[in-house]
């Protein structure tokens, strides 16, 4: 898939793409979350290419694969949304 049609399906430019794949920016977890489902993969298979040697704090936090797997299975966009906002206050306590 070429970067101009996988910004595309993210809503976002080929230039962020490409600032993504060379590491320029990071990408957030929502990112990831979109970049999956745009390569109809798992946001695991995404993770699974990282250094081993390289501190990941996704991988430092207990469950945070597991959210990502479950999140990943959530069709609806609105419950989504409903966990992202209920992680978000969560995160302020």
């Known amino acids: 898939m070429s970067q101009t049609a996988l910004g595309e399906k993210l809503g976002i430019t080929f230039q962020q793409v490409q600032k993504y794949e060379n590491g320029a920016n990071r990408v957030s977890a929502l990112m990831l979350l979109k970049l999956a489902e745009a390569l109809s ?16 704090p996704l991988a430092a936090t207990p469950g945070a694969s597991k959210l990502l797997a479950d999140f990943s299975r959530i069709k609806s966009k609105d419950l989504q949304q409903v966990v992202l906002n209920l992680t978000a206050s969560l995160a302020v306590l």
Not at 41 to 53: A, H, M, Q
């Open 41 to 56: 993969v798992s946001p695991i298979d995404l993770l699974s290419d990282l250094d081993p040697e390289v501190e990941h």
